[in-house]
């Protein structure tokens, strides 16, 4: 029988790439049934402006507790699909979810928060701190019987929000990577000559949404997929058309820094350990494939470009600064 994806409950729909995620389905929602949120009571009251506006989009909002099993197994009723897009202080509360929605005569397919780093890129993956929740979530998903998944990895973000590769970040942290538009200032990691594959946080909804336009391409599978791959080199060059031509302050965090980093991050419990980690890994080419997967979901073109990437994200930092 064919994968049916037609009626869509999201978690974490007014978070970072919830966002994103929600909006791509909903430009696409006349191949959908019903679309649905299911949130909690206090992003009703907190972000009651977002709701609202996806109310006046026919996205219907359940309000309930992540954790109350009765609050889902209601919930999931009416839905084939559950795409979680769950932050990770709360994706081991997907375990809950993925066995009752197993459980559930509803639910055929679940979309894990994934959204990023391939957690299963290389047997030393295994072993990576900020994969051991979502590794996890895989693993029980390796065991269940009726419930169908897909898994959406797209590496890091090319967007310049807070904290992703093509962001500012403050100088005294700038080790870590930066793309400073109003400093004119980029240090690059590695020898800035690495590839790294890179996805537009708009491009991860539209990749969701196709996901869900072809189930059966996207049937227990990891889709690898991404709006482009580039050095961060070929990065601070595209930055430096944009912002007038002349060349930019650059430096470099060699691998062997960017190690030492991580490795101080960790022992001294710095919030900053899970990113120098996820850095190092895409650094180390974690993030590269021969083949990438957007053409089984028919998504080979309409991505963003380097070009862009940059251009959005010079508009972002100008308009944070
Ligand atoms: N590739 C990258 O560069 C990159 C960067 C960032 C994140 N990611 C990945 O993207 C996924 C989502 O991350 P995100 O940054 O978008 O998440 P986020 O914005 O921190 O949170 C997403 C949503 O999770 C729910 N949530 C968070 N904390 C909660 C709590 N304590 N109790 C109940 N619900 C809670 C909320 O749902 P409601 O909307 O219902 O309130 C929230 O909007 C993760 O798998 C993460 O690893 C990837």
Redesign the pocket.
């Known amino acids: 029988m064919a994968a049916s994806t037609k009626n869509i409950l999201i ?9 994103h995620i929600t909006t791509a389905i909903l430009d696409k929602k006349e191949h959908f049934g019903r679309i649905a ?4 009571e ?2 009703l009251s907190t ?1 009651s402006e977002e709701i609202d506006h996806l109310k006046s989009q026919g996205v219907e909002i359940i309000a309930g507790d ?1 954790t109350s099993a009765d609050a889902v197994k209601e919930a999931y009723t009416g839905f084939d699909t559950a795409v979680s ?7 081991h ?1 997907q375990l809950k979810l993925i066995e009752l929605a197993e459980q559930h005569p509803d639910i055929k397919r679940f979309f ?6 391939d957690i299963d890129y290389s047997p030393a993956s295994a072993e990576e701190k ?1 994969h051991q929740q ?1 590794l996890k979530v895989r693993a029980l998903l390796k065991t269940v019987k009726a419930l169908q998944y897909t898994y959406v990895v ?4 090319g ?1 310049a929000d807070r ?3 093509l962001s500012a970040r403050p100088s005294e942290d700038e080790a870590v990577g930066t793309f400073d538009v109003k400093r004119k200032r980029a240090v690059l990691l590695g020898d800035g000559e690495g590839r790294v594959s890179l ?1 537009t946080m708009r491009d ?1 909804g539209k990749l969701v949404a196709a996901a869900l336009l072809h189930p059966d391409a996207a049937k227990n599978k990891a889709l690898r997929v991404n709006s482009f791959t580039c050095t961060p080199k070929e990065i601070v060059h595209e930055f430096e058309k944009q912002t007038g031509g002349g060349k930019w302050d650059v430096g470099l965090t060699p691998l062997d820094k960017l190690n030492e980093l991580e490795q101080q991050a960790w022992v001294t419990n710095d919030p900053k350990a899970g990113t120098l980690t ?1 850095r190092r890994i895409w650094t180390e080419g974690g993030t590269l494939y021969d083949q990438r997967d957007n053409g089984l979901i028919a998504m080979e073109d309409g991505v963003d470009s380097l070009q862009d990437a940059v251009a959005q994200a010079i508009e972002v930092q100008i308009k944070n600064s």
């Open positions: 978690f974490g729909a007014t978070g970072l790439i919830g966002q949120i299911f949130t909690s206090n992003t972000k992540l897009c769950l932050g990770r202080p709360v994706i509360h894990p928060s994934e959204y990023g780093t900020p979502k797209t590496g890091p973000y967007d904290g992703l590769y996805t991860v996820l």
